[in-house]
């Protein structure tokens, strides 16, 4: 800085201190490397703090030479003393001296007023470089965000199409799969009519045996024509549809997993008897053993009974206790109180009326108290089922509505008896609206399929 008291300004050595101000400030200004919006900011920040600073060293030289070329009225300091003290002496000398600084003045004031008009230009040039600096880097930054951009457009793009052929892959394995499993399907009813066909000429084969031994056996006593006799008789009869049924319940009642699935609903009712280790649980017309295996899985004890052969060579091929004997009779040889559930699943459907009432006697008779009973039959208030899925089982003898079972099971004794609606029709199948008419008609024509029929022995029976 500049003596405030010093007689004179040296411009040269001015214009030296603002030059190495000003190379001071350019080396304190270093590039950095960030994205292009941070360096924008870092350049106009360090433009700013460049020209504050450059402004206020200008500031400050010109306010020291301002003060300089004042007009003073005293001496310096340092001639503070005699015989300069004299007053005469110091009004002499300030006169002298003010006459040998005139021209040097009038210079000053030049130069400061150039200082100025320097200063006045610097800022402008300063502020139009700092517009262009940052215009250059936002067409720089707008230059590689468009590149950004466009290399961003073109993944999702590339994107994009791997998705289309990911899902063209998906829908080929999907048909693939579709196409394999009607495959497998055809397969199945392709062995299974081939086991029926077998089965069907075993049989006749067998009885044409034994109807030719049995002609030579036999004597005739009389030359009158007697009737002959039908080459399939006996027990034997039966079985002729057992390969039929197998194929028949694949194709129309559904797959072992399907089925395995659908019964998975009763088990809270064979909770809720809270069995022993013991106890057993029987299921009539056990077929391909779903609910057997689903119950051993589940930690119970159970049996099943069926008189198809083929059903039951399944369900031994499963580890499971099954026997080949008429449910009924089957029922007879077991002792009161000595199971503690019975169920049956699409059973008594098959039934003539007198044999479904005793089949509900003897089952309330070797339940013990507070075993449960369930049955499950086709629903035939969903009136597609009884004018014509229930008849696609040519075993099926009759419907059998709800309310004439619930009765039945009522009038057996059972208490409580309680229907389950089961299965309807997916909502897609149905007659979209929310009107009454519409609600009943979904009811009617796409409700419950099937239902349940539930009952519990009382545990405190009441004496007949």
């Not at 077991?334 to 003897?362: C, K, R, Y």
């Not at 079972?405 to 609606?421: K, R």
Request: proline share 5%; net charge negative; with cysteine.
């Amino acid at each position: 800085m500049i003596d405030q008291n010093n007689p004179e300004i040296n411009v040269d050595d001015l214009m030296q201190k603002v030059k190495e101000e000003v190379a001071k400030r350019r080396l304190e200004v270093t590039p950095t490397s960030h994205s292009n919006q941070s360096i924008i900011d870092i350049i106009h920040s360090d433009l700013s703090r460049t020209h504050s600073l450059l402004m206020s060293r200008f500031e400050s030289l010109l306010n020291d030479a301002e003060f300089q070329v004042q007009d003073i009225d005293k001496l310096p300091n340092k001639l503070n003393r005699f015989p300069f003290t004299l007053e005469i002496i110091q009004k002499i000398l300030l006169k002298f001296y003010k006459l040998l600084t005139k021209k040097q003045k009038v210079i000053n004031e030049d130069f400061i007023a150039a200082f100025k008009e320097l200063r006045e230009i610097t800022e402008v040039q300063i502020n139009q470089k700092n517009e262009e600096l940052i215009n250059e880097f936002n067409k720089r930054f707008e230059h590689e965000r468009n590149i950004t951009q466009d290399f961003y457009h073109a993944l999702e793009q590339k994107h994009h199409a791997l998705e289309q052929k990911h899902h063209a892959l998906e829908q080929k394995h999907h048909a693939l799969e579709q196409k394999h499993h009607a495959l497998e399907q055809k397969h199945t009813q392709q062995i299974k009519a081939l086991q029926l066909e077998l089965t069907y000429n075993k049989r006749a084969f067998a009885n044409l045996l034994q109807s030719l031994e049995n002609r030579t056996e036999s004597v005739p006593t009389s030359p009158a024509i007697s009737t002959p006799e039908t080459p399939y008789g006996g027990q034997e009869e039966a079985h002729l549809l057992d390969a039929f049924y197998v194929a028949f319940e694949e194709r129309f009642r559904g797959s072992y997993e399907e089925i395995a699935k659908r019964l998975t609903i009763y088990l809270p009712f064979i909770e809720k008897v809270q069995l022993e280790t013991s106890d057993t649980i029987l299921d009539v017309g056990c077929g391909r053993g779903e609910w057997l295996e689903f119950l051993r899985e589940n930690g119970y004890q159970v049996q099943g009974i069926d008189l198809n052969r083929m059903m039951l060579e399944e369900c031994q091929s499963k580890n499971l206790e099954v026997y080949e004997v008429d449910a009924i009779a089957h029922l007879q040889t077991l002792p009161d109180n000595s199971l503690s559930a019975v169920t049956g699943f699409h059973i008594i459907e098959h039934l003539p009326f007198p044999a479904l009432l005793q089949l509900l006697q003897e089952t309330i008779r070797v339940l013990k108290p507070g075993g449960v009973a369930i049955f499950e039959t086709p629903n035939p208030q969903n009136i597609l089922v009884s004018t014509r899925t229930f008849y696609l089982d040519p075993t099926h003898r009759n419907p059998l509505p709800s309310d004439l079972i619930q009765f039945l099971l009522d009038n057996t004794g059972f208490e409580p008896v309680e229907v389950l609606p089961l299965h309807p029709y997916e909502e897609a199948l149905q007659i979209q609206g929310s009107d009454n008419l519409t609600q009943r008609f979904n009811q009617y024509f796409y409700g419950p399929q099937d239902y349940a029929v539930i009952g519990y022995k009382p545990c405190n029976p009441s004496p007949l």
